[in-house]
């Protein structure tokens, strides 16, 4: 009888690990490639310090990115922290003129002042427009008695801590004023800032370091002076409540 032969095991084959070499020389070279990429990009010394720090690390056999239970947080450059206080401080001080702008509102709302009184918010702060027909009789540059106390409750509303710089700015239609009392329609808009000035200087809280007075005349009108109610409008006294701080973070400088 013939002898089976046993049939031999056939050896597990063993996997061959020839390819972790050429992908480990790939992986490096990418990592490589992009190291030279964000170098040559445009960001700073020390953004690119830390990156390198990280890639020494994992090169050097230290924790690696799979084994991080956490990204580690990348600290905001200094400029950037510098813009956002900027950009914070400029928005605070907006939201104060906006408050502002919500009192004076109020009291025209209260003293039904809606057709003399108006505000607007502008790049130069905020804005308060009072008709002249109820502060001055016509041709005059002194405040009707009857309106006194309405300009001195007024006033009470223009006292702020820190203190704003105010400007009083006189306007006029552009009808030629020739009177024994003014030569012209600067001399009588000059004259009525500086008089409803004075009138808010009898409020000893404000201090008069902050406050000024201009006239323009007819030389900026906000409406027609064709129509007698776009000269109505002209004849006007602006109150100019000013920012503490300009959009780019700075503190606002004191021009007259």
Known sequence: MRK?????KKEPE??????LLPYADLMTLLLALFIVLFASSS???EKLEEMSAVFNEIFDGGTGIMDSSAPTPVPIPQEDVGEDDENSSYIEDRKSLEGIQSRVDEYIAVHELE???DTSMTDEGLLVTIRDS????????DIR?????LATELTELLVFDPPRHIVVTGHTDNVPMNSAEFSSNWDLSVIRAVNF???MMNNEEIDPLYFSAKGYGEFQPIASNDT???RAKNRRVEILIQPLILEDGTKKEFNN
Not at 4 to 8: D, G, H, M, P, T
Not at 14 to 19: A, D, F, I, L, V
């Open 4 to 8: 089976r032969r046993k049939r031999r």
């Open 14 to 19: 063993q996997m061959s690990e020839s390819w």
């Open 43 to 45: 960001i700073d010394a």
């Open 115 to 117: 057709n003399q009184f």
């Open 134 to 141: 109820i502060l001055f009789n016509p041709g005059k540059a």
């Open 145 to 149: 008695e009857e309106y006194l106390p």
């Open 197 to 199: 000035l004075k009138l």
């Open 228 to 230: 007698a109610e776009g």
